[in-house]
């Protein structure tokens, strides 16, 4: 049995930190917030916690989450690693997606990523280990700086928006207008203008919509939000196009690039979003500000 290291190895986050709560997402009370920054609660207390511990490190994407005399462990490096059925989150976030999560979805027909990691060979082929990738998915511009490696590298399709096309100019798949796209059995394209002008959602099976940095899950309000003061292109745009996607959505799982995770039944589910619609309807601009962000 691997010994627990933790008892006598104090774990720290740096002051590089961004505050981007990935960390707090994958390690909750042992990690929080202070000050605009990730926090170590407390130091961990068995294996279960080291092994938290391990996974939000290996999603950090400015590597602030460290042991102070001792590296860390790539057994731990727990990624791909299972949400629930097809859906895996691929960690090891990156800095030139302004450190948001990716994901990995097994398909029957070929498996998808949506939005990328950090570029890095060895991780391509790890997340390959569980089937050829045939689709890489971009929710936005945002998240498109290594769209183009690993499609190249898995030999798959890069799909983007036409709002959005002049951050991934060689995309393989243009998604136009704002119609749903099939893109494979059970995957559709949900254009959501607003976050960015090509903002999309990628809804799976009627069970799991991806949402890039469209719609997240906030702890603090315990309820389903939109990042306000990092809306680029439009709010009014957004609040238009949620107020279109009323009723038109079927979901369990949300799973956002920034912000939590959740799961709710899908009567729940669709009525969070109309109440959401509605609340972004009374919305103005605001100047971009990422500190105020609340997840």
Not at 170 to 176: C, F, L, P, T
Request: aromatic letters at 8%.
């Amino acid at each position: 049995m691997r010994p627990n290291t933790s008892a006598d190895t104090e774990w720290s986050v740096d002051d590089r930190c961004t505050n981007c709560d990935v960390a707090r997402q994958l390690a909750p009370g042992l990690i929080g917030e202070a000050d605009g920054k990730s926090v170590i609660l407390h130091q961990p207390r068995n294996a279960a916690e080291d092994l938290l511990l391990h996974a939000a490190a290996y999603a950090c994407h400015t590597r602030s989450i460290r042991r102070a005399d001792a590296p860390l462990e790539p057994a731990l490096d727990p990624y791909p690693m299972r949400i629930e059925g097809p859906v895996f989150l691929c960690g090891h976030n990156s800095s030139q997606t302004a450190g948001a999560n990716s994901y990995l979805l097994v398909r029957p027909g070929g498996n998808m990523m949506i939005d990328t990691p950090r570029w890095s060979e060895p991780l391509a082929a790890r997340y390959e280990r569980l089937g050829a990738v045939t689709d890489v998915l971009l929710t936005h511009r945002d998240h498109a700086a290594h769209g183009r490696r690993y499609a190249d590298r898995f030999g798959a399709r890069l799909w983007i928006h036409e709002g959005d096309l002049d951050a991934s100019p060689d995309a393989d798949q243009v998604i136009r207008g704002v119609e749903p796209v099939t893109v494979a059995d059970g995957v559709i394209a949900y254009p959501l203008p607003g976050h960015t002008q090509g903002s999309v959602l990628f809804l799976v099976d009627e069970r799991y919509c991806f949402t890039g940095d469209s719609v997240y899950w906030s702890r603090e309000l315990g309820d389903l939000e939109v990042a306000e003061t990092v809306t680029w292109y439009s709010v009014e745009v957004l609040a238009e196009s949620l107020a279109a996607s009323v009723g038109r959505l079927r979901f369990e799982w949300l799973l956002p690039g920034h912000g939590d995770r959740m799961r709710l039944d899908a009567a729940d589910m669709d009525q969070r979003w109309r109440r959401l619609a509605a609340r972004v309807a009374t919305l103005r601009p605001r100047p971009i500000d990422f500190t105020a962000v609340r997840w």
